[in-house]
């Protein structure tokens, strides 16, 4: 297993993999209790439209995603704010719509099926220094978001009685939806498109489970998606799987886990 540290690409795929699951184990316990796992999803179909125009004007797939799918979760958002709609209906409409312009994208962009299939499934040998940067700069602003993870709690919560304290609720929406789809798309390369948001939401369900507090539930939230994403890409070697397929497999058998802890728990 030590042998694979020797490969410069499964270096760069651990760094990588271990930025996103920071990442995604901060913001995995907001996802689930705030019942976004939907949102995880439409997210993702909207990285997929993004790395579809990205393969099919032959540019770097990441710098197309990224607005896309930052501009997509804040259209959601918007219809859900400003209109009777259910955030489920508006997340519906984009999924969609996503869906429709990468199948058109993708189906012009001949010759490189093969790329996309390491998008949609994840790849150790898709991330690049140029990735590994990106992810380290959205980890360098992810500190200045602390100090909100207080009223983005209690607005998690009871979100009725932070609007009554005139906590800016409907601006932390729109900054975690940003923060969602920004940290969906750079978990792509590591994951894949088809699994990220099951990467988004595990780690949260799993602490969930076994956490009484918010706090406890985000500390273990962040210890499993980093244990899962590192043993998860050594088995990705080690085996010749699809990193995402690999940590998301490891991720259900912890969640599978921690239920068979709780219901053993309960009936005692």
């Not at 271990?18 to 995995?28: A, D, E, F, P, Q």
């Not at 770097?60 to 955030?87: D, H, Q």
């Amino acid at each position: 297993m030590l042998d694979a540290l020797g490969y410069p690409f499964f270096q760069r795929a651990l760094l990588a993999g271990l930025l996103v699951s920071l990442l995604s184990g901060l913001l995995s316990p907001f996802v689930v209790q705030r019942r976004l796992s939907f949102l995880g999803d439409g997210l993702a179909h909207a990285a997929f439209a993004g790395v579809a125009l990205g393969l099919f004007l032959r540019g770097e797939p990441l710098w197309f995603a990224l607005p896309f799918t930052f501009l997509v979760a804040m259209a959601i958002t918007l219809v859900k704010e400003k209109t009777e709609l259910s955030e489920d209906t508006a997340i519906g409409v984009f999924f969609a719509l996503s869906v429709a312009l990468g199948a058109v994208f993708l189906s012009k962009a001949r010759g490189y099926v093969g790329d996309a299939m390491g998008y949609l499934f994840g790849s150790l040998l898709a991330v690049g220094p140029a990735d590994l940067w990106a992810m380290a700069l959205l980890l360098f602003l992810a500190p200045f978001l602390l100090p909100l993870w207080g009223p983005l709690a209690y607005a998690t919560f009871d979100r009725e009685l932070a609007l009554s304290d005139r906590v800016p609720v409907v601006f932390h929406d729109y900054l975690l939806s940003g923060f969602l789809a920004v940290s969906l798309v750079l978990a792509v390369k590591v994951v894949g498109i088809i699994l990220v948001a099951a990467f988004l939401v595990i780690p949260g369900a799993a602490a969930r489970l076994l956490s009484r507090t918010f706090a406890g539930l985000t500390l273990l939230s962040l210890l499993l998606a980093s244990f899962s994403t590192v043993l998860g890409l050594f088995l990705s070697f080690l085996l010749d799987w699809p990193s995402g397929a690999s940590i998301v497999l490891l991720q259900a058998a912890l969640f599978g886990l921690a239920f068979v802890k709780t219901v053993f728990s309960v009936r005692k």
